[in-house]
């Protein structure tokens, strides 16, 4: 089986924050989605989520403050799943709260480089 990896995009964005029982409902539907995976035996590493605030290496070395994307851009978390290939793997990521959340999933496959 492959690897790859899901890189959450946007998602739960309205002009209010979720109430702390709203917030408390997203991150239970994402544990039991995470738990699910396990157990199915697809999640290799549910991940976590990622703070917005960061910092960007140039290659000239400079470092900037961000990444500033659009908040709809902007990564907000991983997971690590395995697949048969790229389609079984997409499949898998339509169940993903993030897209019950109008965010987008991006799935991409790990290269097998068989370093020692």
């Given at each position: 089986m492959a690897k790859f990896l899901?890189?959450?995009r946007g998602g739960h964005?309205?002009?209010e924050p979720p109430s702390p029982e709203q917030m408390q409902q997203i991150m239970q539907t994402w544990m039991d989605w995470i738990q699910g995976g396990t157990e199915a035996g697809w999640m290799v590493d549910g991940g976590t989520g990622l703070k917005a605030?960061?910092?960007v290496v140039q290659p000239?070395?400079?470092v900037t403050d961000g990444p500033f994307a659009e908040a709809k851009e902007l990564v907000g978390g991983f997971s690590i799943v395995q697949a048969d290939d790229?389609?079984?793997a997409t499949k898998l990521a339509k169940?993903?709260?993030m897209i019950?959340?109008?965010g987008?999933?991006?799935v991409r496959e790990f290269m097998n480089y068989d370093i020692p």
């Open positions: 899901f890189v959450y964005e309205s002009p605030e960061g910092q000239d070395l400079v790229l389609a079984a169940t993903s709260p019950a959340g109008g987008s999933v991006e």
